[in-house]
């Protein structure tokens, strides 16, 4: 464990993710504690996901965080976590949300495959569900809105997941296509050192963007369950983003080269957004 603390940022922000993190279209007073919160996530994740350390280490750096967190340990430890806490501390959210993440980062310090969908999405409750559940409780929303939410937060966990699956693997020997998935479309882990997808790995792909299109209705819904008209908004770009980001990984193959959003995809969701404006 680094003297100067745990966290290790690997460089990347919120400007480097697929899909807007506390933008413009947040109310103005909450950006920041919503920047708060994606700071402690992005320190988490860059600590379970780091290459040199072994997974003793990135659960002790994980367990310091939380004690920092919850108020335990020096600010100094992880300086992201004490600035969460004082986000919490100012707007009264529950530190549930970024304990639940750190539970998910724990995770991928260990565990490496995935045996079925319902394996994968009791992870995804974990990884991505607690953020949507912190930015509408931020925003004093209804739990009502929270299942909705909740089915954006896969659909995008698991999109993410597609678009990754080779560097993931490359990287940290980590894979979370479902086993089961692969063996029913007689494909393999070892498939994605290919420079092009097999027929059975473009099934298994096939097979979870289609447990996407499922949750799609249910996340499509959360832009008309949110009050706030600025939340609306954003939430309404990245369900358009979301749709974008899936046609593309259905049409395109993420081992010839990262599928990723265009300037235009962007415009299109932002265009379609305008409708919750009212």
């Not at 980590?174 to 882990?189: E, F, M, Q, S, V």
Request: glycine share 6%; hydrophobic share 50%.
């Amino acid at each position: 464990m680094s003297p100067a603390g745990v966290e290790t940022w690997s460089g990347k922000d919120r400007r480097d993710e697929n899909f807007p993190v506390g933008s413009f279209l947040i109310r103005p007073d909450l950006r920041r504690h919503v920047h708060a919160f994606y700071a402690f996530a992005r320190n988490a994740d860059d600590i379970a996901d780091h290459p040199r350390l072994a997974s003793e280490e990135k659960i002790a750096r994980l367990d310091a965080m939380e004690e920092v967190l919850l108020g335990r340990l020096g600010d100094g430890a992880a300086p992201s976590a004490a600035r969460l806490r004082a986000s919490l501390a100012e707007t009264g959210v529950t530190p549930r949300h970024a304990g639940d993440l750190l539970h998910a980062f724990r995770q991928d310090a260990t565990k490496r495959r995935y045996a079925s969908w319902e394996e994968l999405h009791d992870y995804c409750a974990f990884s991505a569900m607690p953020v949507g559940r912190h930015v509408l409780d931020l925003h004093h929303e209804s739990e009502a809105a929270y299942a909705a939410s909740d089915a954006l937060c896969v659909i995008l966990q698991v999109l993410n997941h597609l678009q990754d699956c080779v560097q993931d693997l490359a990287a940290l020997d980590r894979c979370y296509l479902p086993a089961d998935l692969l063996k029913t479309h007689g494909a393999a882990i070892a498939d994605l050192a290919a420079t092009r997808a097999s027929p059975g790995l473009r099934a298994v792909f096939a097979a979870l963007l289609a447990r996407v299109a499922a949750l799609a209705p249910l996340a499509a819904a959360l832009p008309g369950a949110v009050r706030g008209r600025r939340l609306r908004l954003e939430t309404a770009v990245i369900v358009g983003l979301a749709r974008r980001l899936a046609a593309r990984l259905g049409a395109e193959d993420p081992l010839a080269r990262r599928v990723a959003l265009s300037k235009f995809d962007i415009a299109t969701a932002a265009i379609g957004a305008l409708r919750f404006l009212p």
